[in-house]
């Protein structure tokens, strides 16, 4: 019948934890045949594959091509712990800023010796020499443009602080601590309490303990293992300054890369509006009440209920700096690449401020795809997507599909409903990535104090350091670290201080994007399914993949041309 899938082909059952760095062509793996299980047949009867045999890398081919100089990475979210180690010499410490518990900027010093009198909090101008006049206008009238000079003038001369306490990354920061290891997780080196470990020097020339001996840490890999990430610590408050001067610094501290794994809640912007059939049905005698429902909110929203603990008091614009910020992210992404998830709800659009993305700036939007070829069950697409990248897969239950996890004790009570749908394959891979360790960590493993509190006694995935993840946030990480690629691989070739646009960047990952791909260790290409409207997979499909699945190796070989 139309619309229906072929049956699956199944994947090793034991795959690699690197899986997505190999669909990316980040790296060469040979998985070898994968065994085609019978339904009937039990699956430990085929669970001896062997491991895969890890091959040449993208980064062999950037430090052949020339000097190794890292991409400096932004990445505006959460926070990431500083702690973890396979990120602790990958995060730069001495930039990276928490604009949520200070509005001029926030920086941890770690207490070292408690017996030294000290003062707890210094003062220290963060945004010290900030000029954003190369910018140009932007756009904006020159009112606004007035008033966002006014904010940087206010930010250029601030102070925010240096805090000697523990660090608030260490409780909140699961989020952020996840992306960061997808972009430039490294393998962990032995800490001071694992003496005797001969010492080792990295790529830039520093020595370094060896290999850590803790059997709960992985020889885990991001991205691109040999660029800093900054880390640009925001809230989910609707506070639109804090998000201005995450933008603001990124663009102060001359970064390669900004990368925003979420959407920002900007009251108008971030609406998702509704579509032209529910909009028709709307207009139906039928519904004509649910109309004059809609018409009233519509109303409130406006300002016209009169005690709306939020409303803007008279005489004031509240869209005035949400507009700015649009136009300040536009602006920034000309120069500077900022990478954006699509959004995790299943629409046929996407979240703010990734459906800024447009082919004359440098937004880079981006959904997720499953080992299957098929889009995530979640991942958000439609006008504006650039390219897809891994991830994990979620249930679909809607009159256009069915996505079921076989796997599901009642998956047998889906079957279908009675109803004659297509049956699009669930994927169970997911990406693995680095965790906070403890009860505030995605799989609350391994919590330090889990001899006091007995019911935090969980071991984790690798003792707590690591969770399963997914969603477009973590397939807009993977594409940061292939932007950090290109940048670092240009900088090969022009020297440290050498930066590609934004447009640039963006230009050279969709040439390095492929439709016609399979996400490997999958056999399936990329196939189109039906989510939101009868007869969607019939759309082109960029819909779905935009420019498609990139692939990290031409991106660098493009990099590294004249």
């Given at each position: 019948m139309p619309g229906?899938?072929?049956?699956?082909?199944?994947?090793?059952?034991?795959?690699?934890?690197?899986?997505h760095l190999?669909?990316?062509g980040?790296?060469?793996?040979?998985?070898?045949p994968?065994?085609?299980v019978?339904p009937?047949?039990?699956?430990s009867?085929v669970?001896?594959?062997?491991?895969p045999?890890?091959?040449?890398t993208?980064w062999?081919t950037?430090?052949?091509?020339?000097?190794?100089?890292?991409?400096r990475?932004?990445?505006?979210?959460?926070?990431?712990?500083?702690?973890?180690?396979?990120?602790?010499?990958?995060?730069d410490?001495?930039a990276?800023?928490?604009?949520?518990?200070h509005r001029y900027?926030?920086?941890?010093?770690?207490?070292l010796?408690t017996?030294?009198?000290?003062?707890?909090?210094?003062?220290?101008?963060?945004?010290?020499g900030?000029?954003?006049?190369?910018?140009?206008?932007?756009?904006?009238?020159?009112?606004d443009?007035?008033y966002l000079?006014?904010i940087?003038?206010?930010?250029?001369a601030s102070?925010?602080v240096?805090?000697?306490?523990y660090?608030?990354?260490?409780?909140?920061?699961?989020?952020?601590t996840c992306c960061?290891?997808?972009?430039?997780?490294?393998?962990?080196v032995?800490?001071?309490?694992?003496g005797?470990?001969?010492?080792?020097?990295n790529?830039?020339?520093d020595?370094?303990?060896?290999?850590?001996?803790n059997?709960?840490?992985?020889?885990?890999f991001?991205?691109?293992?040999?660029?800093?990430?900054?880390?640009?610590r925001t809230?989910f408050e609707?506070?639109?300054?804090q998000f201005?001067?995450?933008?603001?610094?990124a663009y102060?501290?001359?970064?390669?890369?900004?990368?925003?794994?979420?959407?920002?809640?900007d009251?108008?912007r971030?609406?998702?509006?509704?579509?032209n059939?529910?909009?028709?049905?709307?207009?139906?005698?039928k519904?004509?009440?649910?109309?004059?429902l809609?018409?009233?909110?519509?109303?409130?929203e406006?300002g016209?209920i009169?005690?709306?603990?939020?409303?803007a008091q008279?005489?004031?614009?509240s869209?005035?700096?949400?507009?700015?910020?649009?136009?300040?992210?536009?602006?920034?992404?000309?120069?500077?690449?900022i990478?954006c998830a699509?959004?995790?709800?299943?629409?046929s659009?996407?979240i703010?401020?990734?459906?800024?993305?447009?082919?004359?700036?440098g937004?880079?939007?981006?959904?997720?795809?499953?080992?299957?070829?098929f889009?995530?069950?979640?991942?958000?697409?439609g006008?504006?997507?650039?390219?897809?990248?891994?991830?994990d897969?979620?249930?679909?239950?809607?009159?256009h599909?069915?996505?079921?996890?076989?796997l599901?004790?009642?998956?047998?009570?889906h079957d279908?409903a009675?109803?004659?749908?297509?049956a699009?394959?669930y994927?169970?891979?997911?990406?693995?990535?680095?965790?906070?360790?403890?009860?505030?960590?995605?799989d609350?493993?391994?919590?330090?104090w889990?001899?006091?509190?007995?019911f935090?006694?969980n071991p984790?995935?690798?003792?707590g350091?690591?969770?399963t993840?997914?969603?477009?946030?973590?397939a807009?990480a993977?594409?940061?670290?292939i932007?950090a690629?290109i940048?670092?691989?240009?900088?090969?070739?022009?020297?440290?201080?050498?930066?590609?646009t934004?447009?640039?960047?963006k230009?050279?990952?969709?040439?390095?994007?492929?439709?016609?791909?399979?996400?490997?260790?999958?056999?399936?290409?990329?196939t189109?399914?039906?989510?939101?409207?009868?007869?969607e997979d019939s759309?082109?499909?960029?819909?779905?993949?935009?420019?498609?699945?990139?692939?990290?190796?031409?991106?660098?070989a493009?990099?590294l041309?004249?």
């Open positions: 229906e899938i072929e049956a699956p082909q199944a994947v090793p059952l034991n795959y690699y934890y690197l899986w190999t669909a990316l980040v790296i060469d793996a040979d998985y070898g994968p065994p085609l019978p009937a047949l039990d699956q009867a669970s001896a594959v062997a491991d045999v890890i091959g040449a993208v062999d950037i430090a052949a091509a020339g000097p190794v100089h890292p991409a990475v932004a990445l505006i979210d959460v926070g990431v712990s500083r702690d973890h180690p396979n990120l602790t010499t990958r995060l410490r001495e990276s800023l928490d604009l949520t518990t900027g926030a920086r941890i010093e770690p207490i010796d017996t030294t009198s000290f003062d707890r909090e210094e003062r220290q101008a963060f945004f010290s900030l000029n954003i006049a190369p910018l140009g206008s932007l756009g904006l009238s020159n009112d443009r007035d000079n006014d940087a003038a206010e930010y250029a102070e925010g240096v805090r000697r306490l660090t608030p990354e260490s409780l909140f920061a699961s989020h952020g960061a290891g997808l972009i430039v997780g490294e393998p962990a032995a800490s001071e309490i694992e005797g470990v001969l010492p080792v020097e790529a830039f020339g020595t370094l303990p060896g290999p850590s001996t059997r709960n840490v992985l020889p885990y991001g991205v691109d293992p040999f660029s800093k990430l900054i880390s640009i809230s609707d506070d639109v300054r201005i001067a995450a933008f603001l610094y102060h501290q001359k970064v390669d890369v900004i990368v925003v794994p979420r959407g920002f809640p009251p108008k971030s609406r998702v509006e509704p579509k059939e529910l909009k028709a049905d709307l207009e139906s005698w519904n004509q009440d649910i109309a004059d809609f018409a009233r909110i519509a109303v409130a406006q016209g009169e005690l709306e603990p939020k409303l008279k005489g004031s614009n869209d005035r700096a949400w507009r700015i910020l649009k136009r300040l992210i536009i602006g920034i992404s000309k120069r500077i690449p990478v699509a959004g995790n709800s299943g629409e659009q996407l703010y401020p990734a459906n800024l993305a447009s082919d004359n700036n937004i880079i939007a981006v959904g997720a795809v499953t080992a299957e070829g889009r995530s069950g979640y991942s958000n697409y006008e504006g997507l650039t390219v897809v990248a891994p991830a897969d979620s249930e679909v239950f809607n009159r599909q069915l996505r079921v996890d076989t599901f004790p009642f998956a047998a009570q279908n009675g109803f004659r749908l297509p699009y394959q994927s169970h891979l997911s990406l693995l990535t680095t965790d906070l360790s403890g009860v505030f960590g995605y609350m493993g391994s919590a330090p889990s001899s006091i509190v007995p935090t006694a984790g995935v690798g003792g350091y690591y969770t993840f997914g969603g477009t946030s973590g807009s993977q594409v940061g670290g932007c690629l940048q670092r691989a240009h900088k090969s070739q022009s020297g440290a201080d050498a930066r590609l934004g447009t640039e960047v230009a050279i990952l969709q040439e390095a994007s492929s439709l016609d791909t399979v996400v490997a260790p999958g056999r399936r290409p990329l189109a399914d039906c989510m939101n409207a009868d007869g759309q082109e499909m960029a819909y779905f993949f935009g420019s498609g699945l990139p692939d990290a190796r031409a991106a660098v493009a990099a041309s004249p």
